[in-house]
Structure formats: C-alpha cells, structure tokens
C-alpha cells in the first residue's frame, strides 16, 4: 500500500458510496427549507437568524456523515490493515478525513447561493457565510474523526459519538454564528474568522494523531 | 559468530482483556521456516500473530527483526510483513481489481491477470467483492501472497472457507515461498497435507 493508491481507493469508496452524502445533504436541505415554513417566513426575521439556520443544519449534517466514517473499514478489516502497512498511521487518516471533507463541503457550498437567497441573506453577508464555512468546518471533521475512530467498535456508538464531540463543536458554532451577526451590524468580525481558523489549525495538528491513537485502541 | 535469527521471540506476555495468554513465550524463527501456531479455541494464537504484526502492544516482553528491537516501532517489520487476519482487509465496495491495486499499486496487469486465473478469479476481475462468495472473497485477500514481494507472512487461519483444491494451490505456494528464502507463520486447526511445519503450542 503507497500513499497514493489508498487515496484512489478512498476517492473510489466515496464515489461508490455518494448516496450516503447524498442523503446527508438532503437532510442539510430540507432542515433549511423547513425552518422558515415552520417558524416564520418574513424577511425580518430570517435575515438574521440564516447564519444559525445554515450553520445548525451544517452541524448536524457532518455529524451524520462523519458517524460512519471509519465502521465499514473496521468491520471488513482494512483498518487493520493501515495498521500494519507500515506507513504513518496519523498521515492516512488526514488523508481520508480531507477527503470527506471535500466530498461533503464542495456540494453545500454549491447549494449555498440558492439557499441564502431563501433565507434573504444580503450579498455581502453571504461571503461572510462562505467564508466562515469554508474555515470552520474542517475543525468539526477533524474533531468528529477522533469521537469516530472512538467509538467504531461499540455498537450504537452514534449517541455516544454525539455526546463525545458535541461539546468541541459548540465554540465553534458559536464563533461561526457570532462572525456572520457581527457581519450584519456592520462591525469588524476579523477577530472571530482568526479564532475560527485557529481552531481548525490546532485541530489539523492535533486530531490526525489523537485519531491514530483511537484507531489503535479500537482494532485492539 | 552466528548471525541472528530472522525473529526472536523473547519472554512475551500478552494480555487481552485481563486475561494474561501467554506468560514468557520464547522461540526463535529462521529464514525458510513454516512455524505453526498450535493451542485450543481461545489460547491466544490470533493475539500472538497481531502482536508481532503490531495491531496490538505486548504486555512485556521483546520482538527481534534479525536481532534488531521492534518492539517499540514495528515499521521496520511491517515493510516486510503481509499479515492476513480473521477478517479479509478487502473492501465490499470495491471490485476485485480495484482491492488488489490498492494493496500493490505497482503490480504490472500481466502480473495480476495470472495471479487470479491460478486462484480462478480471472473471470470475477471487475465484479464487486459484495457480490462473491465466502471462499472467493479469502481467495481475493490471499492472491495478495502471489502479488506483493514480503518476507514474512503471518496467516491466521488462511484455509477457512477454501475447498480443497484453494488448500493445495496455497499449501504448494507456501512451500515455494519458503524454498525462496521467506517465512510463514500461521494459526490453522486443520492438519497441512503436503509441507513440513514446525509446530509452537500456546498451552491454555
Ligand atoms: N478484543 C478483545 N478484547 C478482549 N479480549 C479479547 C479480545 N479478543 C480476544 N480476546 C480474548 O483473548 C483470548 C484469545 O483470543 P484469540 O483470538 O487470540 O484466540 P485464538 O487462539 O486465535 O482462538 P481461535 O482458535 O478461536 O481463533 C480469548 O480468550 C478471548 O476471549
Ligand atoms: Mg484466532
């Protein structure tokens, strides 16, 4: 096994396996849609609260998909074998969570100008949006791959995954939510797009090895 | 001076689960050997071939690569190592070609096309690993052994769910593995019919 070829095999996985994306960014949708349907459609209301609409649906739609990142492989053994390969551990998970991370982002990014239109987001705070998505989001695969990697070998181990990692998404849900409201009354929100990106660093540091290390104990 | 051996076993402890399996296990294991693990359901022959592939730490007790320590970082032994547990390591969503070039990415198609039609599989090339049979889905992990160039391969259990003709295509190429210069250790409760092993028994 190189580098290389299990990041073919990956991207071939993922192809074969697009409809599990696919239904999480139904989901995504239709959270969104349903959102303004059920509580209230008038601009006023929705302009403010579209970031944290966006967001939740976001949060709850990476969850979904990063809770079955790693099952298939433990069951069928080839987590084993990226184990045993002899290459660094840490590196093929990085790997792999990048590219979850493209296969789920590049598609709600592609959806989000339709949906921010619904949701009377003025264009400026759309690339506010864009931007806080495209920083923020990596954090929360990098952290939900740990809680993933944790718990691959309990059974029902998503309600414990939420438990897990839930807490580590909230600041930056927070932060992410805060940079778009502060966007809308016109103040400097800078500040919290360093945050936001100071977390997803530290976790691009931290999370390939913490994941390694869970991996470890769950082939065990 | 002698030379070392090609792995040194040295007063290994394994623990799973509390259970300690094997308490100051020692063998030596060289160059064209077929060791065979031997013990009941349970005595921890699977443990003993995933602490020396390094799926799982040992209690106590070190691993020698010609005489070189690995017990800490097994990477040197992994990059000469094929292991093939329990569990096959191919992957269902997958085709059979799709699995064995992500395993061998430098495998020359030649190469591959005569691997499968010794094992039979030449017809199933582009079929999905979730559509094959229990023994078509061993043969798939262990076409890997005609493939990738390794020295050691550890096989647990590598004879179950094969017929009888897979037994003896795997047996024979054992042997020529072994007459070149490799080494086998494996976990199998049934008796192997055409080479010679030496026998190591985790008493429970
Ligand atoms: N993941 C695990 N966690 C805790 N204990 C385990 C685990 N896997 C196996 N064990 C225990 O370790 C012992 C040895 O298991 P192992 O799989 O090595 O046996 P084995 O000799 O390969 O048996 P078999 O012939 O059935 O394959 C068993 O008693 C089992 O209960
Ligand atoms: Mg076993």
């Known amino acids: ?220 | 001076m002698q030379s070392p051996a090609f792995l040194t076993i040295s007063d290994l402890w394994i623990e799973r689960g509390e259970r300690v399996l094997c308490k100051g296990l020692n063998f030596n294991v060289s160059v064209g050997e077929i060791v065979r693990v031997l013990g009941d359901n349970g005595a921890g022959k699977s443990s003993l071939l995933k602490v020396i592939a390094g799926v799982i730490p040992s209690l106590e007790g070190c691993i020698y690569y010609f005489g070189q320590d690995i017990t800490q970082d097994h990477s040197r032994l992994q990059q000469d190592t094929l292991y093939i547990g329990h569990l096959s390591g191919v992957k269902n969503m997958l085709t059979v070609e799709e699995n064995l070039r992500w395993h061998c990415p430098d495998v020359t198609t030649d190469k591959l096309h005569s691997t499968l039609s010794i094992l039979g599989l030449l017809p199933l090339l582009s079929t999905s690993i979730k559509s094959l049979s229990a023994g078509q889905v061993r043969r798939v992990a262990l076409s890997r052994l005609w493939i990738q160039r390794k020295k050691l391969w550890l096989l647990d259990e590598p004879f179950v769910s094969l017929d009888a003709e897979g037994v003896a295509i795997l047996e024979s190429h054992m042997k020529q593995h072994v007459v070149a210069g490799g080494v086998v250790i494996l976990t199998t409760h049934q008796a192997l019919t055409s080479i010679h092993s030496r026998d190591i028994d985790l008493l429970s």
């Not at chain 1, 805060?178 to 691009?204: E, N």
């Open chain 1, 1 to 220: 096994m190189t580098y290389t070829s299990f990041l073919k095999s990956e991207c071939l996985v993922l192809w074969r396996r697009k409809y599990d994306i696919f239904n999480a960014l139904l989901f995504f949708i239709m959270v969104v849609v349903l959102f303004p349907l059920g509580v209230n459609a008038s601009p006023e209301f929705l302009a403010p609260a579209a970031g944290g609409i966006i967001w939740c649906a976001a949060v709850l739609a990476i969850l979904m998909s990063i809770e079955s990142m790693f099952k298939e492989d433990y069951s069928d053994g080839s987590l084993e074998q990226l184990v045993v390969s002899g290459l660094s551990l840490p590196l093929l998970v990085l790997i792999k969570i990048s590219l979850q991370w493209v296969a789920v982002i590049f598609p709600l990014l592609v959806m989000m100008p339709l949906l921010s239109e619904m949701l009377y987001l003025s264009s400026g705070i759309f690339w506010v949006l864009v931007v806080t998505l495209i920083i923020g989001t990596p954090s929360l695969f990098l952290i939900g791959a740990i809680g993933s990697a944790l718990t691959v070998s309990i059974k029902q181990g998503g309600v414990l995954l939420m438990l897990l990692i839930l807490p580590f998404y909230l600041p930056v849900i927070i932060f992410a939510t805060s940079a778009i409201q502060t966007a809308q009354s016109g103040l400097p929100y800078s500040g919290l797009l360093a945050l936001l990106l100071a977390i997803s660093l530290l976790f691009l540091v931290v999370s390939p090895f913490m994941t390694a290390i869970s991996i470890k104990a769950s082939v065990n």
